[in-house]
DNA sequence: GATAATTCCTCCAGTGACTAGAGCTTCAAG
DNA sequence: CTTGAAGCTCTAGTCACTGGAGGAATTATC
């Protein structure tokens, strides 16, 4: 029987995280000590480093939520868990691509500015002329 | 004099975001019409369309700040400028080296999975089993 | 066995950058 | 002069936590 605690440093999940997922319901109802405290075991262990696992990856809780239901149902297909984990790779792609244009802009940017004064700054100028940028953003 | 929906549609920036602003002191406070309704000019537009264009660029509030506040002093050194500049792109490299890695792990992940049950289903063993991933993360 | 230190409990509030809605007033067009 | 769009303020909600207050339980030390 693990403390709440002791469940925060085994899977590196902070104490409050951990109550807050239980109010969330992905993690159900831990039983209590005598003195109202929740006491764990190997399961809950395996149920958080799952969700951990899962947020770590950039998951959200509602997709979450749909995971763990689904792995209570290991005789359906798992077209289902595929499809989520796909939609997820998508969205993570467009955020690269969105956060490499930055990454140019911004080097762009930089590498203009010759450091001299604010009234020439290319930082501050490109940032007011959006006609100073290159394509589209 | 523009309206504070002008401003929006010549912007971009929705009207709720335009008073949140000025909430936030990222834009003066506009006069008022005798109806109490906001009135903007040409320079209010070019101050909207500079903290737009930094937004975009994923800077955030305190950052643009500072930057509205260096504007301010044309005289100064753009070294500050620079500074918030050189920062961000270090957090944009390092959120797309995050993303990359979150990419190529959930390409493995689906690409392990023969999409029959839940039972056999590597996404959910993969979240499950942190030993199933590559390196660390 | 007493005491002290640590951990636990619940409840509430705050984060960032908006966004949405209620309920009301003002403005512009016909 | 009426009507409908757009404006106003104020409050609360979003997401996934995080932190603090104030008090109870547990564990360690003496």
């Known amino acids: 029987m ?3 605690g002791d469940l925060s440093k085994r899977t590196g999940v902070k104490v409050p995280t ?5 109010q969330m319901g992905l993690i159900e109802a831990a039983e209590r000590s005598e003195g109202n405290q929740r006491r764990y075991e190997r399961n809950d262990l395996e149920r958080l480093a799952f969700i951990r696992h899962a947020r770590d990856l950039g998951l ?11 792995s209570q149902h290991p005789d ?3 077209a289902n868990a595929d499809r989520i984990a796909a939609d997820h ?7 690269i691509e969105k956060l490499k ?6 080097e762009r940017i930089i590498s203009h500015c010759d450091g001299h004064s604010i009234e020439d700054c290319y930082v501050i100028r490109a940032l007011s002329d959006h006609g ?6």
Do not use: F, T
């Open 18 to 22: 951990i109550r807050y997922y239980e």
């Open 89 to 95: 790779l998508v969205a993570v792609r467009e955020k």
């Open 132 to 137: 100073l940028c290159e394509g589209e953003h």
């Open 60 to 70: 959200d809780i509602p997709a979450i939520r749909e995971l763990i239901a689904l």
């Open 101 to 106: 244009k930055l990454e140019h802009e911004l």
């Open 2 to 4: 693990l403390s709440i």
């Open 76 to 78: 359906q297909p798992c």
